[in-house]
């Protein structure tokens, strides 16, 4: 009886191995239910703060059994360096911008979602000045290192100048429309809504924007790779979403 009870004991003890096992095999070692991903004010990702207003994110992250929280973020640059520091799963960005705080951070991501080819929503503009050849000597005020300072390279080289030729003046795109309403400042290279804003100021001129290089900037809904791969129903909501 005493050999009967061990072997039975050890069939339990060894089938429940088994159990464990498999759930350990099926279930991602980080997998976890609840997710943020954040936005900022660019024309192209507005749609989020649509989505997660009207519930349509709610939906489909019920349909898969877990909360994604959709947080605004008022500064661009700011909302990537909180999701390259990890208080955040995704994060609306360009390609370039990918390419350069979250990888130099040492964060492996993946562009989820392409929402647009900026076509013009990107643009340089001038107080008092008609011509992308007047911005000569001028101080230029953008989100330094963002796409903002990647156009105006591009811009710059159109016409046989470079960055030697101008001075950046670091700016956020929170303070931007603001800044341009002062005297001081006299050139701007941003993105929309605030570039319609701002080209709707008197004495205002878009002298250069994303039209003339197009599909080079691709503005994205990114997210954490490894997070991706250990929770692919975060994906799945996100893009049916």
């Given at each position: 009886?005493?050999k ?22 099926s ?12 936005w900022?004010?660019?024309v ?7 989505g ?8 489909w ?22 999701y ?26 993946t ?13 340089i ?6 011509s ?29 100048m ?24 006299t ?32 503005d ?22």
């Amino acid at each position: 009886m005493k050999k009967t009870h061990r072997r039975n004991l050890r069939s339990k003890l060894a089938f429940i191995f088994i159990l464990l096992a498999a759930f350990a095999i099926s279930t991602p070692l980080y997998a976890k239910d609840s997710f943020k991903v954040c936005w900022s004010i660019y024309v192209g990702w507005m749609p989020w703060d649509y989505g997660a207003k009207e519930g349509i994110v709610k939906k489909w992250a019920d349909k898969y059994g877990i909360t994604i929280d959709v947080v605004q973020i008022n500064d661009y640059i700011e909302s990537i360096n909180q999701y390259t520091a990890g208080a955040f799963d995704g994060c609306t960005m360009t390609n370039m911008d990918a390419l350069t705080i979250p990888a130099a951070g040492g964060v492996d991501s993946t562009a989820l979602i392409v929402g647009d080819f900026s076509n013009g929503n990107d643009g340089i503009v001038l107080k008092g000045k008609s011509s992308l050849k007047d911005i000569k000597a001028q101080k230029v005020n953008l989100v330094e290192l963002s796409v903002s300072h990647y156009l105006l390279a591009r811009a710059l080289d159109s016409v046989k100048m470079s960055e030697k030729d101008i001075t950046v003046v670091n700016t956020s795109d929170a303070d931007m429309v603001a800044a341009y309403s002062t005297p001081d400042v006299t050139s701007v290279v941003t993105w929309n809504p605030l570039l319609s804003e701002i080209t709707g100021m008197p004495n205002s001129t878009k002298v250069f924007d994303s039209s003339k290089i197009p599909g080079e900037i691709i503005d994205l809904m990114v997210v954490n790779t490894k997070t991706l791969k250990d929770n692919p129903k975060f994906g799945k909501a996100l893009t049916a979403a």
